[in-house]
């Protein structure tokens, strides 16, 4: 999870961004009961942005185990 979100802020910095222009994430589990641990992270690295944010159990492609999508602003 750490380094998923790091490719985020990474390509939002490369438009111009930060992490304060997230203003919605959605957040993919291959298995619900990894919900608390996925949100202990996305809490940590999203603490004092509070973008709007589901979690939803899926099937994912392969091996994955948590697939994030990141919606920002840029101007």
């Not at 930060?18 to 641990?37: A, C, G, Q």
């Amino acid at each position: 999870m750490y380094f998923i979100l790091e490719r985020i802020e990474n390509a939002i910095q490369k438009l111009g961004g930060t992490l304060d222009n997230i203003v919605r994430t959605r957040i993919y589990v291959s298995n619900i009961t990894h919900w608390e641990i996925v949100a202990r992270i996305h809490g940590e690295k999203f603490k004092t942005i509070q973008p709007v944010t589901t979690l939803i159990e899926a099937r994912l492609v392969g091996e994955c185990l948590v697939e994030v999508e990141a919606e920002a602003i840029v101007c």
